[in-house]
């Protein structure tokens, strides 16, 4: 969501232009975008920093940052704090995410995980209705207590600033609470999320209050106001981290975890969770190491476990570099087949480190990449869901694994970059999961809880015989795909990017990569160009523009292509990614037209 004010000649196909205004430009396939407002584009270079999220407000809060003396991490953090406000039903401090960072004096990568956890109380069963015994729907998980994993962003912008940052975390709310007081001009992309949400937000009394004015969703082109979120982050620039973590307001979203605040005339079936105010006491972000792959020469750095976002890219790219591409249509081809085998091994595989021995090194390993690259064939697609690979296998091995179909994964995450003057960069994704996550908000606190213990998988999803490494459990982290990347070119930054869209995500990191390294695009044409995604499904879903480009070519090699189901209908994604040109030039880009498209802007313009 986002909101307002080495193949010769293949560039030359990209969908971007940068000679046209962001408001001019559209996919193939897809109507023209809206005009954005004044000061909205999709491509800034320049000098002195650079930023790219969703939204010109957040982009803009990040410029100030930077303009002011502050770092990568204080501008991402206010970035963060201001789409907590403009975008509500994915960015709330109500959630949580993955924080990856570069330090120009040290020359490493390190990541925070903010990645929600299960309360003490958490149980394998915890979706398992006790008068039936079996699963919940997946509707009514979602609106519930249940849901609600300790929220981890707060901790991440606390831990990112003391580790890396320049200023308090007090002084980077003051933009954010500047445009909660104010206000921000409604869109149609914000309408629709309400709207979308309208029949279970009504069901929720201080859900209803903040997001249905009047019981209705907030018209486009009237101003949205949230004074409450406005004094909940004043409390937090004055009384401090612990306010949230254990303190008062600790205390209310764990009372209201428990007590969701379910207008009594309704008749939705709203289960109570399990969280007390020592679940969030208990709670910390925590530092990981990168993951790290080398593709033609590049260093790759990633997001370690919970997410699988660093392993799943990681793989790919280790499988992918046993090919050659000699034209664009093999190129997307061994990419989506690579991205088949990956997944089964993600999904066999990849939970919370701190439950589950996840075998990272060795999906990470070069030999582990030859044992599976050996399975893709130039003319034959895999049929899915393809097994996953022997841990053990030498050389060119069948699997010995059974197949496993995709568990769901909610698709609505935010993506921010940031990079400063003295060459610092942050790749940042958060999320409260579903656009709107539990639907059940914080009374008189201006901010959703996430839904963000749905990405457990209710009951086992791995064959008879094979343990799940992601079911729920008291403290444990849920497996993600959030995949905040940084690449490396002879030490130093080159590249940044991520995106949102659940499970999606590893493959639009992928294909952005595909395209810039490999096949000749510029990084806005990589941004653009329209995508496909294979995540061990029997079908490769896409973008109508990429079915248009290249359906009949891929089907000849066995992809059956369809068009992706959303959320939202036929759009993959929502990047955001910077590139250092040299000589101290850098390049943001956000998505032209995606989503409604998003926001780069730079310190010094060129």
């Keep these: 969501m986002r909101r307002r004010h080495a193949v010769i000649g293949l560039a030359a196909l990209a969908l971007a232009t940068l000679t046209v205004p962001a408001q001019a430009r559209s996919l193939p396939g897809h109507p023209p975008a809206v005009a954005p407002p004044q000061g909205k584009q999709a491509v800034a270079v320049g000098y002195g920093g650079a930023v790219s999220s ?3 407000d957040a982009t803009r809060a990040g410029i100030e940052v930077l303009r002011n003396g502050g770092n990568a991490v204080d501008a991402a953090v206010a970035v963060a704090a201001t789409l907590g406000v403009t975008e509500p039903y994915v960015a709330a401090i109500g959630g949580g995410g993955f924080f990856t960072y570069y330090d120009a004096r040290t020359h490493k990568v390190s990541t925070i995980d903010g990645r929600e956890t299960g309360p003490a ?32 962003t707060l ?8 580790d890396f940052g320049t200023r308090r975390l007090g002084t980077l709310l003051q933009p954010a609470i500047r445009v909660a007081e104010h206000g921000f001009t409604v869109d149609q992309e914000f309408y629709d999320q309400t709207a979308v949400n309208a029949d279970r937000f009504k069901d929720i009394v201080p859900t209803r209050e903040l997001f249905l004015p009047g019981g209705r969703p907030p018209a486009v082109g009237s101003t949205f106001r949230n004074p409450d979120l406005a004094d909940t982050y004043r409390q937090i620039a004055r009384r401090g981290l612990g306010w949230f973590y254990g303190g008062g307001l600790g205390a209310e979203i764990a009372q209201t975890v428990r007590k969701p605040p379910v207008d009594p005339k309704a008749t939705r079936n709203v289960r109570p969770g399990v969280m007390q105010t020592s679940d969030l006491a208990g709670y910390h ?6 993951t790290h792959v080398n593709y033609r020469g590049l260093d790759v750095y990633g997001m370690a476990p919970p997410s699988s976002g660093g392993s799943t890219v990681g793989e790919a790219l280790n499988i992918m570099k046993n090919f050659h591409f000699s034209d664009p249509v093999q190129a997307l081809h061994t990419y989506l087949e690579a991205s088949r085998l990956a997944y089964a091994d993600r999904n066999a595989y990849v939970g919370d480190p701190a439950y ?19 399975l893709i064939k130039p003319d034959q697609a895999a049929t899915s869901p393809v097994p996953p690979g022997d841990l053990k ?5 069948a699997p010995q694994g059974k197949a496993q179909n995709l568990p769901y994964e909610g698709p609505q995450t935010t993506h921010l970059v940031t990079a400063d003057r003295w060459g610092n960069v942050v790749s940042y994704t958060l999320t409260i999961e579903q656009f709107g996550g539990s639907g059940i908000t914080v009374p008189h606190r201006g901010f959703l809880l996430n839904n963000e213990m749905t990405d457990f998988d209710f009951t086992s999803s791995t064959p008879a015989g094979y343990p799940d490494p992601n079911l729920p459990a008291a403290g444990k982290r849920p497996r993600s795909s959030m995949a905040p990347t940084i690449v490396l070119r002879n030490g130093r930054p080159y ?13 639009t990191v992928l294909q952005i990569l ?22 061990n499904t029997p079908q490769t879903f896409a973008e109508q523009a990429f079915i248009d480009r290249y359906g009949a070519a891929l089907k000849a090699k066995g992809q059956d292509l369809a068009l992706f189901p959303g959320p939202p209908a036929g759009v993959i994604g929502a990047a955001a990614g910077l590139e250092f040109l040299g000589g101290g030039v850098l390049q943001a880009v956000a998505e032209p037209v995606r989503r409604g498209g998003g926001s780069a802007m730079v310190v010094h313009p060129k």
């Design 356 to 374: 589950v021995d996840v075998p990272l090194k060795t999906l990470l390993s070069d030999g582990f990449a030859s044992s599976r690259a050996c």
């Design 393 to 397: 296998a030498h050389g060119c091995a």
């Design 514 to 535: 595909l395209n810039r390294v490999d096949l000749g695009m510029t990084l806005p044409q990589a941004v653009a160009a329209p995508r496909a995604t294979q995540r």
């Design 155 to 162: 901790a991440t912008w606390d831990k990112a600033l003391r």
């Design 495 to 507: 590249l940044a990017v991520g995106s949102p869209g659940g499970s999606t995500i590893i493959t």
């Design 121 to 152: 109380r958490m149980t394998k069963d915890i979706f398992i209705d006790p008068k039936t015994g079996k699963p919940l729907s997946f509707d009514e998980a979602v609106t519930s207590g249940l849901s609600i994993g300790v929220p981890g």
């Design 54 to 56: 969703v939204d010109l």
């Design 285 to 290: 972000a925590v530092g990981r190491a990168p």
